[in-house]
């Protein structure tokens, strides 16, 4: 149980690292198709 809490940290911590990049992703690819559009 003690060997498993630190563990269960560094895998949310890289969770909500996915989950940063990808939400940069989604904007700039927003930024993109609305860049598009105004051509």
Known sequence: MIGGIP???????KEIKINKTLNSLLEIENEIKRALQKK
């Open 7 to 13: 563990f269960g940290i560094e895998t949310r911590k």
